[in-house]
């Protein structure tokens, strides 16, 4: 069973409001293409004038399987099967007279029957209905036309015999027939033809091709069951063209299913309406299949004189108040709402229901001359009605979807130039604050390191009995922190290898300037990020320290700096300073050498261990794989 219990997905109703001027010529013309449409049909189904006069009404029915008892008839005739038999069956005897000399091909035309026809003349087989259609079809009206051979032909009174047989659910019909030269009857038969057998095959192909487009979309958008109901009817309606396509191959049983799946049209229409104008069903959509479910299981149990009484007594009035509620449906939302796209749904309701009404009309009597079931227009008629709304709906959706890009994209351009602005106004605030945060840094530095040098130089200076050279040593020192400065502004990126080298470059002429031989080993380094100008000038001034000390305390004739991958845990490159002097290197009063090297390292999130002892000093620093990026802490000046 098909599930509803979701809201109507068919999109909103539209809301009542004064109607138009354009919602009432959408009216006018929506009432008058259906009967428009109505009196083309009506119009076509009725015989042409002049062939008119062709036409045989008085016949002689044979009741007798010998062919000894006849009995004057009128055509149309009916028959129904009898009781205790599953068929009926009925021989039409026709006297043609014909002159001795007529000079034309003479054809017997049958433009209406139902059920299975043979044609005999004089007592010869010419043809059977078989060779255009299926005795099941019991909706066709593919019309005969059946050339009479003129060796056949005898001069004076002919025999022409029409046997008339049908079986199951459906009673035999047998039009009014015609005889008379060829030419004259093959004009209207081409246009029954192409009108009710050429012209239903191709409305089969778009039903098809149309009920599978519209699965597709369900299965692409499941909540909106509307499509599966419109695919569901319009598969189920090329069903009924089963006999007509693929003959008797499926077995009479299967092909009579196929022909009752019309109710399975009829039975949705309702749901189909109300999902339309975005209402909910009056009850779950499975219920509706209970009158085509009823239907087959008719056909296939109860006895066929029974089943026959149900279809046209009970199933067919069902589905046609079906169709007259769900063009209620339509009328209430056209008229109360003005929902304008229900207009021309309502105009093809009101042709079903014309047709409708007739095919009723014809099944309960016999007055009808041709017997022509119209009601097989109604349902590709509505079901193009509303597959064409559809598609009006889809091109209005694109257009607006089309429109909210265009606004989207401006919208989004807007964004971007005001996002670009503000990442501009950003990235200015956040040089200025770098910027701002370097000077601070320099001058800290300058003011820590440099000016006290500056100070301890000048007091140098004023005390007279201070020789040149002491003098001389701490400009030296001065002119060395300078230079760490500068060097720590360069850009190093992560490779720690590029700023051991340029600080190589500034230590080793202080080495050689106290006689002692610098040892440089430097291995295979991994980047160290978050490599700032901060974190650079920390480590040259950690080194710069430990190498002071050894110069001036160790006595050492060899120093030895060493960089390489650290074999602690979660560190990422091991520096170590080297002596082999007289050790003993440890915190003084008065001395904050070692203690601004601890502090600096604490800054670096790195590990400082300092080793001394009688062979020597190490000083051993391990920086994480990554630098914290923070200010260097305050350093005591020494």
Excluded at 15 to 25: H, L, N, S
Excluded at 179 to 205: E, K, V
Excluded at 385 to 395: D, G, H, I, L
Aim: hydrophobic share 45%; aromatic share 6%; net charge negative.
């Amino acid at each position: 069973m098909i599930d509803d219990r979701q809201d109507a997905d068919a999109g909103p109703a539209s809301r009542p409001g004064r109607p138009t001027g354009a919602w009432y010529a959408l009216l006018l013309l929506c009432l008058l293409l259906p009967l428009a449409f109505g009196w083309f049909i009506f119009r076509n189904v009725n015989l042409p004038g002049d062939v008119g006069p062709l036409f045989i009404q008085d016949v002689r029915l044979e009741s007798g399987g010998d062919g000894t008892v006849e009995s004057p008839a009128t055509l149309p005739h009916r028959c129904a099967p009898s009781p205790g038999m599953d068929r009926c069956r009925a021989d039409v005897r026709i006297a043609h007279h014909r002159q001795e000399a007529e000079g034309r091909l003479v054809s017997l035309y049958i433009p209406a029957y139902q059920g299975r026809v043979a044609v005999f003349l004089n007592g010869v087989f010419l043809a059977t209905s078989d060779w255009e259609q299926s005795e099941t079809d019991s909706w066709s009206t593919s019309p005969l036309l059946i050339p009479l051979p003129d060796p056949l032909l005898r001069p004076g009174t002919n025999d022409v015999r029409i046997v008339l047989t049908s079986g199951g659910a459906k009673f035999g019909f047998l039009g009014r027939v015609a005889i008379g030269p060829d030419d004259r009857l093959r004009a209207d038969y081409d246009r029954r033809s192409l009108l009710f057998s050429t012209l239903p095959r191709l409305i089969d192909g778009w039903q098809v091709a149309m009920g599978l487009g519209m699965l597709i979309m369900w299965i692409v958008r499941p909540r909106e069951t509307i499509f599966l109901l419109v695919g569901t009817m319009l598969l189920a309606q090329a069903l009924t063209s089963l006999p007509a396509t693929v003959g008797d191959a499926l077995g009479e049983q299967l092909l009579l299913l196929g022909n009752h799946a019309r109710f399975v049209g009829a039975a949705l229409i309702l749901p189909l309406a109300c999902l339309f104008v975005g209402r909910r069903p009056p009850v779950p959509i499975g219920v509706f299949l209970l009158l085509p479910a009823a239907v087959a299981i008719s056909l296939t149990t109860l006895p066929l004189e029974v089943h026959q009484w149900l279809l046209y007594r009970v199933f067919t009035p069902i589905g046609v108040l079906n169709v007259l509620a769900a063009a209620l449906v339509l009328f209430r939302a056209a008229f109360r709402e003005h929902n304008s796209e229900a207009l021309p749904l309502l105009g093809a309701f009101l042709l079903t229901l014309i047709l409708a009404t007739h095919d009723l009309a014809n099944l309960q009597s016999a007055a009808d001359d041709v017997g022509i079931r119209l009601s097989r227009f109604a349902a590709p008629i509505l079901l193009t009605t509303f597959s064409a709304v559809f598609m009006w709906r889809f091109a209005l959706t694109m257009n607006a979807l089309d429109q909210f890009n265009s606004r989207l994209k401006r919208e989004v351009a807007a964004t971007e130039e005001a996002l670009l602005r503000s990442f501009e106004r950003e990235r200015v605030q956040t040089q200025a604050a770098t910027l701002e945060a370097e000077r601070v840094r320099l001058m800290s530095d300058l003011h820590d390191g440099i000016a006290g040098q500056l100070v301890s130089i000048l007091s140098l200076c004023e005390l007279r009995e201070v020789g040149e050279a002491e003098v001389a040593e701490s400009v030296r020192a001065a002119l060395a922190d300078l230079r760490l400065i500068v060097a720590s502004l360069d850009d190093f990126g992560e490779d720690l290898g590029v700023m051991l080298a340029l600080f190589r470059e500034r230590i080793e002429p202080q080495v050689a300037a106290h006689g002692v031989e610098l040892v440089w080993r430097v291995g295979d380094l991994p980047d160290v990020k978050g490599l700032h100008p901060g974190a650079a000038l920390a480590i040259f001034r950690i080194l710069q320290e430990a190498t002071t000390n050894a110069l001036r305390h160790s006595g050492s004739p060899e120093l030895r700096i060493e960089a390489d991958r650290s074999p602690a845990t979660s560190r990422s490159v091991r520096l170590r300073v080297v002596d082999r002097g007289c050790g003993g290197a440890a915190d003084r009063p008065g001395s904050y050498g070692m203690g601004n090297m601890r502090r600096r390292a604490d800054g670096l999130g790195a590990e400082l261990t300092i080793v001394s002892d009688a062979s020597g000093t190490t000083v051993t620093l391990d920086l994480p794989a990554e630098l914290p990026p923070v200010a260097e802490p305050a350093i005591t000046p020494r």
